[in-house]
């Protein structure tokens, strides 16, 4: 990606695909993973273990968040252990509900103090960042998730939203603001003027960084090169009824 060092916004991947891994890696385009139970499924992983060891083998020296899947908050504290237990550089997810909507931070405070790197996902309004103010250290790498294409996909306009997440969080110096589930490149550059200092990105996503100040009228013919082209392929015809 021509002028990624321009971006102050880190990029974690967000998948389940090794070798999408591996690809973004080399490509020097990423500096962190990010994934999930739903992720790990499309991909068909099997064995969450087994996947999450041979990540963290592969990239030791970048973070990797990894995320508890059971509902209980005590089972999510001792999955969490076991996770976090696997690497230094493991950020363990942890949701900031569970599935009956009971907010999970008296269970973030505790696996904080324990020294345990979280990653806290599944946030989508600004008052769900606010009850995690009191609990936050200033001290112990933290990252706060904001799904911000998911307030989107609502139909409401995300921007405001992250700009205010980030002002509440900016005291909180060992704290990162992530901009989650992005739908297109745009929220990249959304994200970075918000103040957000992580975004998340999937491979397909991550490939169109490429395109970055790209001449519109170049794309503009090649988007007409690429439809000509794939009808020719197509060996389409229109029969005209001039005689």
Same mark, same amino acid.
């Given at each position: 990606? @021509?002028?990624?060092?321009?971006?102050?916004?880190?990029?974690?991947?967000?998948?389940?695909?090794?070798? $999408?891994?591996?690809?973004?890696? @080399?490509?020097?385009?990423?500096?962190?993973?990010?994934?999930?139970?739903?992720?790990?499924?499309?991909?068909?992983?099997?064995?969450?273990?087994?996947?999450?060891?041979?990540?963290?083998?592969? *990239?030791?020296? %970048?973070?990797?968040?990894?995320?508890? *899947?059971?509902?209980?908050?005590?089972?999510?504290?001792? !999955?969490? #252990? /076991?996770?976090?237990?696997?690497?230094?550089?493991?950020?363990?997810?942890?949701?900031?509900?569970?599935? #009956? =909507?009971?907010?999970?931070?008296?269970?973030?405070?505790?696996?904080?103090?324990?020294?345990?790197?979280?990653?806290?996902?599944?946030?989508?309004?600004?008052?769900?960042? !606010?009850?995690?103010? =009191?609990?936050?250290?200033?001290?112990?790498?933290?990252?706060?998730? /904001? *799904?911000?294409?998911?307030?989107?996909?609502?139909?409401?306009?995300?921007?405001?939203?992250?700009? !205010?997440?980030?002002?509440?969080?900016?005291?909180?110096?060992?704290?990162?603001?992530?901009?989650?589930?992005?739908?297109?490149?745009?929220?990249?550059? !959304?994200? @970075?003027?918000?103040?957000?200092?992580?975004?998340?990105?999937?491979?397909?996503?991550?490939?169109? %960084?490429?395109?970055?100040?790209? $001449?519109?009228?170049?794309?503009? #013919?090649?988007? /007409?090169?690429?439809?000509?082209?794939?009808?020719?392929?197509?060996?389409?015809?229109?029969?005209? $009824?001039?005689?």
């Amino acid at each position: 990606m @021509e002028n990624r060092q321009l971006l102050k916004i880190k990029i974690f991947q967000d998948g389940a695909n090794l070798n $999408d891994m591996i690809s973004a890696y @080399e490509e020097g385009l990423v500096k962190g993973f990010t994934t999930n139970p739903t992720l790990m499924r499309k991909a068909g992983i099997t064995d969450y273990e087994a996947f999450a060891k041979e990540a963290i083998v592969r *990239f030791p020296a %970048l973070p990797i968040s990894l995320e508890v *899947f059971a509902d209980d908050f005590s089972l999510m504290a001792d !999955q969490a #252990r /076991v996770i976090a237990s696997w690497g230094r550089n493991i950020f363990v997810k942890i949701p900031i509900t569970n599935t #009956r =909507g009971e907010l999970s931070t008296p269970l973030i405070k505790k696996l904080l103090q324990e020294d345990i790197k979280l990653n806290i996902t599944a946030i989508l309004t600004p008052d769900q960042v !606010q009850e995690l103010l =009191g609990v936050l250290r200033t001290d112990l790498p933290t990252i706060v998730s /904001v *799904f911000a294409g998911r307030i989107a996909d609502t139909g409401k306009d995300p921007v405001p939203m992250m700009k !205010q997440c980030a002002a509440m969080l900016k005291s909180k110096k060992s704290v990162e603001l992530l901009w989650a589930s992005p739908r297109e490149v745009l929220n990249l550059y !959304q994200a @970075e003027e918000c103040g957000c200092h992580i975004i998340t990105m999937s491979s397909n996503l991550i490939k169109k %960084l490429s395109l970055r100040g790209k $001449d519109l009228r170049e794309l503009s #013919r090649e988007t /007409v090169q690429m439809f000509y082209d794939d009808a020719r392929k197509s060996k389409f015809e229109i029969k005209s $009824d001039k005689k």
